[in-house]
């Protein structure tokens, strides 16, 4: 929770405010890790977060163990639409 205050107060100092509509939240570790979390929601600044297993930054997907999978699977979806041949996605996917 000391971290969270923190947060707060740093952007309090610098008049930041907080858009619900675009924050996300997203714990990163292995499964094993993960599964050990209670995965409560987080109260920040008068919004209440919850925790999400993909989040976009910046037009990259992250996943809870950052492997990616969901980011390429958009990316080559993407391309394929784009593309004037077929790709095959599968093969880019671990």
Known sequence: MQY???VEDWMRA???QLN???TQLIWLG?????DKLNSTNVQLLSTTLRPQ???RSLEVIFDSQLTMT?????LCRSVH?????PINCD???V
């Open 4 to 6: 969270y205050c923190e």
């Open 14 to 16: 610098s008049r930041l």
């Open 20 to 22: 619900p509509q675009k």
């Open 30 to 34: 292995s499964r094993q890790q993960l």
């Open 53 to 55: 297993s993909t989040v």
């Open 70 to 74: 969901s980011y390429i699977t958009s």
């Open 81 to 85: 639409q784009r593309a004037m041949f």
């Open 91 to 93: 093969s880019f996917v």
